[in-house]
């Protein structure tokens, strides 16, 4: 009977991890969250599509190797918006909300395959790169041209204090230059000096960032240690160890979210308050539970090529990065904040081209919106109502769950630790997105896996007129799918996917409705030859 059966409902919580068992009698994670994001509501939502932020293909279609959204205020105070983007051939480019990429490079020497740090100063961009090339600046209008004084050609600055601070030259690896409080182009007078941090311990000094006054100072990417600069003036500068043992990869992986520092190690992810709180702990962890992912899952060899930004528009943070076997940046890995204090955060991939990760602001609607480099000289815009990549080829989404032990108790309500059950039906409660197929694969045990297809429409469910099992409860903003399912097992696996690649999906959760089998046939399961009903 229909009001005796007993219903296992599975919702998206605690994202996706590869460490943890693979079977479960409660569903808290799940194996593979590709191509999705978390919504507010807790639900999961197909992540969305990509248009091209300049019309016409870069010459010599390079890979645009990073970018960053400049607002000046000028001489008048009047903003001017542009968008600046440096490519693998040594070129810089500025889009200034016309679609148009103009060529700023002028006389600038830029080594080809250099990636970018950039650090905005006194309405002035700098940009420097990881292979020393001369410091440039720009303040947007003209070209490109050589930052004036005698600073440093490292490979990265941070603004602190109203100073530049310069770190890792090739001549001095562990230490910071810090320029006048007054001039980004004086680094030779009274009110300039340097802190070296460690000195020829192994590492360099590979990125940074001012957090809470004071300056944070990441080494890598061999041992890894991190550092606090405190002080306000040359003559209060101090320096502190603040834990060892975490490397960071690259400068342009640390992203600031709300209270805190979050950056990716050669580890994983780390959240740099919680590291201050408990040192080299795995608390600070963000990624405790996807060690292989780090291990195996991407090309650790590209590390220093990870780009990191912090999406808030989605409440979430994402590192661009390469795939194991790849050989450019072509997987998102994310990690959402929302809900975090009741959920965590949750880990999830976004797979399409990503050399750079930056946000810029929409000159129409004024969102900040997320924007991809990719090696074919485009800049894109990021998960947009369509779901094609520009407006032509769809991608799938896929989620996975473990496999999940559906019965406790037999028929008679003995405990039984493994206890088989017949399924009857399963349902999945959602928005409706348009006229769209969910597809759920089950897998029972070690058996093939049935599909069943849950239409996304709005059309509700009429009374009288459906059969219970194939129709729609609710409709509007929300609506439950049903379908009959049949089948014995002692655990089931479910796998969610898009049934064509440019559909929508926005899903809550999943129901399972089954019924303990009596003990006489429990002992026969493996016999079992059922199917899946339509």
Same mark, same amino acid.
């Given at each position: ?6 219903t296992?409902?599975? !919702? ?14 409660q569903q ?9 994001? =978390?919504e507010?509501s807790n ?19 390079p ?13 008048? #105070?009047t903003?001017t $918006? ?7 051939? #040594? ?12 060529d700023?490079?002028g ?6 395959? /250099?990636v970018?740090?950039f ?6 961009l700098?940009i ?7 410091p440039?600046?720009y303040?947007g ?5 050589s ?15 109203n ?5 890792s ?10 320029g ?5 182009e ?7 000096g340097?802190?070296?941090?460690d ?8 990125g940074?960032? /001012? ?7 990441f080494?890598?990417?061999n041992?890894?240690?991190? $550092? ?27 992203? !600031? ?6 950056f ?5 992810c780390?959240?740099f ?6 040192g ?9 539970s996807l060690k292989? =992912? ?12 990870i780009?990191g930004?912090n999406?808030q ?12 076997g ?5 997987q998102a ?11 965590? /955060?949750?880990?999830?991939v976004?797979?399409r081209?990503? !050399?750079s990760?930056?946000?810029?602001? $929409?000159?129409?609607t004024?969102?900040n919106?997320?924007v991809?480099? /990719? ?9 947009l ?6 407006g032509?080829?769809? =991608?799938?989404?896929?989620v996975?769950?473990? !496999? ?31 006229? =769209? ?11 093939a896996?049935?599909a ?10 009429i009374?009288?007129?459906?059969v ?10 929300l609506?439950?799918v ?26 809550y959760?999943v #129901? ?6 009596a ?16």
């Amino acid at each position: 009977m229909a009001d005796r059966f007993n219903t296992t409902l599975i !919702s998206f919580k605690g994202g996706f991890a590869t460490d943890q068992a693979p079977q479960v009698r409660q569903q808290t994670f799940l194996t593979t969250a590709e191509n999705v994001n =978390y919504e507010a509501s807790n639900s999961i939502r197909k992540f969305g599509g990509t248009a091209k932020v300049n019309s016409t293909v870069l010459s010599g279609t390079p890979t645009i190797t990073g970018s960053f959204d400049l607002w000046l205020a000028g001489a008048a #105070g009047t903003f001017t $918006h542009q968008h600046v983007v440096t490519t693998n051939d #040594g070129k810089i480019y500025k889009e200034d909300e016309d679609g148009v990429m103009d060529d700023i490079t002028g006389a600038a020497v830029i080594t080809a395959n /250099a990636v970018p740090v950039f650090c905005q100063a006194r309405d002035t961009l700098l940009i420097f790169t990881d292979k020393n090339d001369t410091p440039l600046k720009y303040t947007g209008t003209g070209n490109v041209a050589s930052l004036g004084g005698t600073p440093p050609a490292g490979r990265g600055a941070v603004f602190h204090h109203n100073r530049v601070w310069i770190f890792s030259a090739n001549a001095t690896p562990s230490r910071w230059t810090y320029g006048s409080s007054t001039s980004i182009e004086d680094y030779t007078g009274a009110d300039t000096g340097t802190v070296d941090v460690d000195i020829e311990d192994g590492d360099r000094i590979v990125g940074g960032a /001012a957090y809470k006054n004071n300056l944070i100072t990441f080494k890598g990417p061999n041992k890894g240690s991190i $550092h606090i600069i405190g002080g306000r003036t040359p003559a209060t500068f101090t320096r502190d160890v603040a834990t060892r043992g975490i490397a960071l990869q690259t400068h342009n992986s640390i992203i !600031s979210v709300f209270d805190d520092l979050w950056f990716m190690s050669n580890r994983g992810c780390h959240s740099f308050a919680a590291t201050q709180k408990f040192g080299d702990y795995e608390g600070a962890d963000l990624t405790r539970s996807l060690k292989e =992912y780090f291990r195996t899952g991407i090309n650790r060899s590209r590390l220093d090529k990870i780009w990191g930004v912090n999406y808030q528009h989605k409440g979430c943070v994402l590192w661009g990065l390469t795939p194991s076997g790849a050989s450019k940046n072509t997987q998102a890995f994310g990690i959402s904040f929302v809900n975090q204090e009741s959920e965590g /955060a949750r880990p999830f991939v976004i797979n399409r081209e990503c !050399s750079s990760i930056a946000v810029r602001t $929409h000159p129409t609607t004024k969102i900040n919106e997320l924007v991809f480099g /990719a090696s074919d000289g485009f800049l894109r815009r990021q998960d947009l109502q369509d779901r094609t990549i520009d407006g032509g080829a769809g =991608y799938s989404f896929r989620v996975l769950t473990p !496999s999940i032990v559906l019965g406790e108790v037999d028929s008679q309500g003995k405990p039984q630790g493994d206890q088989p059950v017949q399924l009857h039906r399963i349902w999945l409660r959602s928005r409706p997105t348009g006229e =769209y197929n969910v597809t759920i694969n089950v897998y029972r045990d070690g058996y093939a896996p049935e599909a069943y297809t849950f239409g996304q429409g709005t059309q509700g469910f009429i009374l009288g007129t459906s059969v219970l099992g194939t129709g729609r409860l609710g409709g509007g903003t929300l609506q439950t799918v049903v379908r009959k399912c049949q089948g014995r097992a002692r655990s089931v696996r479910l796998e969610l996917t898009t049934t064509a690649n440019s559909f929508d999906a926005e899903l809550y959760e999943v #129901g399972i409705d089954w019924t303990p089998i009596a003990p006489s046939l429990a002992a026969n399961i493996q016999e079992s030859s059922d199917t899946a009903g339509a």
